[in-house]
C-alpha cells in the first residue's frame, strides 16, 4: 500500500498542492433523493480531504475558516455559504465507485461527510470549521491504494461542476499507456459529470454533448495541465444511436513535444513572432493550428486574432458558454477579415461569409434567436420533474404571462402562443437580461454555416 506523506495542518507551505484521490471516490454516482452535488460542494469537498491528508487518521479533522476560503479560492466573506455547502455534503448520499469496470470495491452507499460544525471563539474571533468521515471509507481516503494525483490548484480554477468531475476521473488515466479511460455509456456518464439524478429515459445525447462534454472539454484545456478529447463515440447496433463513449487525456508538456505528421516546422520566422506561437499555444490553440494561421495571413493578424481569442476566454463560461475549440474559433474570427479586406475579383467566395454577415445580419439574428428558444425549452425537458415543476411554479407570477396565464393553465407552457414567451422567461432566469443578445462571434460562426451558393 502506498504511503501519504503528513504535514501538520497549520504548515501547508510545507506540501505542494497535489493530492491523492481513491478511484472509488472520483466517479461519485449520485443516487435518487440523494440531493445534487454542486460544483463548490464538490471543490469544498476536495479542500477538506486535502487537508485531512495532511493530518492523518483522526476521529475528527479541524481547519481555520480563513484557511479554507482561501483554499477553496472562494472570493466571498458569506460563511453561510460555507455552512450550506457542508449541509450539502451531510445530506448527499453518493455510490462509490470507480471509473473502471472490475475495480469496483464492496462499499456502501454513505454520505460525502458524516458530520460538520462552525465554532467561533467569541474572545479572539477565531472561526474554526471541523469534520467527519465516515468509519467504512475514512482508511481509502487518507491512505488510497489506487488513486489519481490530482492539482487543487486545477480544481478551483474549474467553475463547473462537469468540468471539475471530468477532471478528476481523466487525471486517473494520465499515466496509463493507452492514456484513455474507461469507456462507458453516456447515460453512465451524465449523473457523473452533472451531479444529479436524471431519468434514464428522457433526455438525448446530443444535448448532452453540446451542453456538458464540450464546455467541460474546452474548460479542462484552457485551465489545467490536462489536454482532453472526446473519442469518436460508440453506436448502438443501429448504427445510428450513441452508446458508450470515452476520452483520450495528455499531459500538455507532453502533448506539446509530440510533432504532427505532415507538418513542416516554420521557417524565416521573425524571433518576435515566436512570441505569438506561445501566446496562441498558452491559449489552447495547436501548435501547427496557430503556425498554419500565422502562414495564411501573417503576424499582425494574427496577434489581433490572438487578442480577440483572449477576451473571449476570459468572459464567464456561465454566461456566454465555454469555447469548445480555441484553434476554431480563432479560425473563424480571422478568415472573415481576411475575406473582407482582400481585393473583390480574387476573393470573392471567401469574403461572402462576411458580406453575408452584414447583408442579412437581421435575418441571422432571428435565426440564432429562433434556436436559443429551442436550446432553452429542451434544456427544460431534460431536468428533473421536480426542478421542472419549480420553475413553472415561479413562471405563472412572470409578468408578460398574466395576459394569458388562463391558456397556460389549460394548455400548457408548450402551447404555440406561450412556448416563445416561455423561452423568454427561461432565458431570463438562467442567463439574464442579455439572454437574447448574440455574441458577434456566435452570428460569425452561424453565417459560416449557411451554405454559399452561387452568385
Avoid at 63 to 68: C, G, K, L
Amino acid at each position: 500500500m502506498k504511503q501519504i506523506e503528513l504535514y501538520p495542518v497549520d504548515a501547508p507551505e510545507a506540501r505542494d498542492d497535489r493530492m491523492r484521490k481513491h478511484v472509488n471516490a472520483i466517479a461519485l454516482m449520485p443516487t435518487k433523493g440523494g440531493g445534487k452535488i454542486s460544483a463548490f460542494d464538490r471543490t469544498l469537498y476536495n479542500v477538506l480531504l486535502y487537508r485531512a491528508q495532511g493530518m492523518g487518521d483522526r476521529e475528527e479533522y479541524s481547519a481555520r475558516m480563513h484557511e479554507i476560503v482561501k483554499d477553496c479560492d472562494f472570493d466571498s466573506n458569506n460563511t453561510e455559504h460555507i455552512k450550506k455547502a457542508l449541509k450539502n455534503l451531510m445530506k448527499t448520499l453518493v455510490e462509490w465507485q470507480s471509473p473502471t469496470s472490475g475495480e469496483i470495491e464492496v462499499w456502501d452507499a454513505c454520505v460525502l461527510l458524516s458530520g460538520a460544525s462552525i465554532r467561533k471563539d467569541k474572545r479572539t474571533k477565531a472561526v474554526e470549521v471541523r469534520w467527519r468521515y465516515d468509519t467504512q471509507i475514512k482508511a481509502q481516503l487518507l491512505n488510497p491504494d489506487r488513486y489519481a494525483g490530482l492539482m487543487l490548484k486545477s480544481i478551483t480554477q474549474l467553475r463547473s461542476h462537469p468540468a471539475k468531475a471530468l477532471y478528476e476521473i481523466c487525471a486517473r488515466y494520465v499515466d496509463n499507456p493507452g492514456r484513455k479511460t474507461a469507456r462507458q455509456h453516456w447515460r453512465w456518464w451524465r449523473p457523473v459529470l452533472c451531479g444529479q439524478v436524471y431519468d434514464e429515459q428522457k433526455g438525448e445525447y446530443r444535448y448532452f454533448k453540446r451542453d456538458v462534454l464540450q464546455p467541460a472539454i474546452a474548460e479542462i484545456n484552457a485551465n489545467t495541465e490536462l489536454e482532453v478529447n472526446l473519442l469518436p463515440e460508440f453506436k448502438e447496433r443501429d448504427n445510428k444511436t450513441v452508446s458508450d463513449i470515452q476520452f483520450e487525456v495528455r499531459l500538455k508538456a507532453l502533448a506539446k513535444k509530440a510533432p504532427t505528421p505532415g507538418i513542416k516546422p516554420l521557417d524565416k520566422v521573425e524571433p518576435a513572432d515566436l512570441k505569438l506561437i506561445e501566446q496562441a499555444l498558452k491559449l489552447g490553440v495547436a501548435q501547427d493550428e496557430a503556425e498554419g494561421l500565422y502562414r495564411d495571413h501573417g503576424a499582425e493578424a494574427l496577434k489581433k486574432g490572438l487578442g480577440d481569442l483572449e477576451k473571449r476566454l476570459a468572459m464567464p463560461a456561465q454566461l456566454v458558454g465555454a469555447v469548445e475549440k480555441p484553434g476554431s474559433y480563432l479560425r473563424s474570427i480571422m478568415r472573415p477579415r481576411a475575406a473582407a479586406q482582400a481585393p473583390a475579383a480574387e476573393s470573392t467566395s471567401k469574403a461572402r461569409p462576411g458580406k453575408d454577415l452584414e447583408r442579412s445580419k437581421a435575418a441571422l439574428l432571428e435565426e440564432w434567436l429562433r434556436r436559443k428558444k429551442d436550446e432553452l425549452r429542451s434544456l427544460f425537458q431534460e431536468l428533473p420533474e421536480v426542478e421542472q415543476e419549480e420553475l413553472l411554479s415561479m413562471f405563472r407570477v412572470y409578468p408578460p404571462i398574466q395576459p394569458l396565464i388562463k391558456r397556460f393553465e389549460t394548455s400548457g407552457w408548450n402551447h404555440r402562443s406561450i412556448r416563445d414567451v416561455f423561452a423568454a422567461y427561461l432565458g431570463e432566469t438562467w442567463h439574464g437580461g442579455e439572454w437574447n443578445k448574440p455574441k458577434p462571434d456566435e452570428l460569425i460562426e452561424l453565417a459560416l454555416e449557411r451554405p454559399t451558393t452561387a452568385a
